[in-house]
């Protein structure tokens, strides 16, 4: 499932091949990927050309010469931009047809990957940007103690919090791992026994980890690999996240479900 660094990837990659390009046509073959009524989609996106590729939590955002086309990947969203008619198979749902002869394929074996389009006024204001958390990557002044406060509210695991998004966005199964481990947190502690020093360290680490894997170009485990021909690399970095033993004091790793997802943790090294 792709995460922050995982997004933030295919963004850089797809902002070096469709900077400037206009959309002369799009194929839309399964409806359920379209957030919005098919025919406003289709005449609002028709036509207009991609001037910038922006990203916030695990959304991609492509800025239109009016307006914007919001995507989440969410578990197995891939694009390819490809000559035309030269991939396809039954898992592409959308197509966006550009005047060079080149398009760009969304594929999605599992479906759950969204679009839709937002007017100028609406990206940020409306449902489901205006929702997220601070970006540990992209927000440089994150009000510390704001984030403490809205974490001290919680009565569920700081694990099944992190994974929300609506206090800090873009940390997924893989890196809310990773970052736990990392600030010495038992990832089932409830958001109301938290501490601000411990607050700190999940916005310290989180803006560590996310970067470091940002310069790895992500990672790279199991079903999913990123699109585009990136393979990433923090595979190699990771401390507990599908790992046996602790790196640090070499006790054997706690494997659990918290809110349905797998998670690692060493009941060692974190209270
Ligand atoms: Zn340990």
Redesign the pocket.
């Known amino acids: 499932m792709p995460e922050l660094p995982e997004v933030e990837t295919v963004r850089r990659v797809l902002k070096n091949d469709l900077i400037g390009l206009k959309i002369s046509d799009i194929e839309i073959r399964y409806n359920g990927i379209i957030e919005d009524d098919i025919n406003y989609f289709l005449n609002n996106v028709k036509g207009k050309t991609i001037e910038d590729i922006l990203r916030r939590g695990k959304y991609l955002i492509f800025k239109l010469n009016e307006g914007y086309l919001l995507s989440h990947l969410r578990m197995e969203g891939k694009y390819f931009y490809l000559p035309n008619d030269s991939l396809d198979n039954k898992h592409i749902h959308v197509i966006f047809k550009f005047n060079n002869g080149y398009s760009l394929l969304y594929q999605d074996v599992r479906k759950f990957g969204k679009m839709s389009y937002k007017k100028d006024d609406e990206l940020y204001n409306t449902h489901p940007l205006k929702d997220l958390g601070v970006d540990p990557v992209l927000d440089t002044d994150i009000n510390e103690k704001l984030i403490h406060s809205k974490i001290i509210k919680k009565h569920i695991p700081i694990k099944t919090i992190l994974l929300e998004q609506s206090i800090i966005t873009g940390l997924g199964n893989i890196y809310v791992d990773e970052v736990l481990f990392s600030s010495k947190i038992d990832p089932n502690r409830p958001g109301n026994t938290i501490t601000l020093e411990e607050s700190n360290n999940i916005i310290r680490y989180s803006k560590e980890i996310l970067n470091k894997a940002i310069l790895n170009k992500g990672t790279t485990i199991r079903s999913y690999t990123s699109s585009l021909g990136v393979e990433g690399n923090y595979q190699n970095f990771l401390n507990v996240h599908t790992k046996n033993i ?1 790196p ?2 070499k ?1 054997a790793l706690t494997r659990v479900k918290i809110n349905g997802r797998t998670t690692y943790f ?1 009941n ?2 974190q209270r």
């Open positions: 602790c640090h004091c006790n060493c060692n090294c």
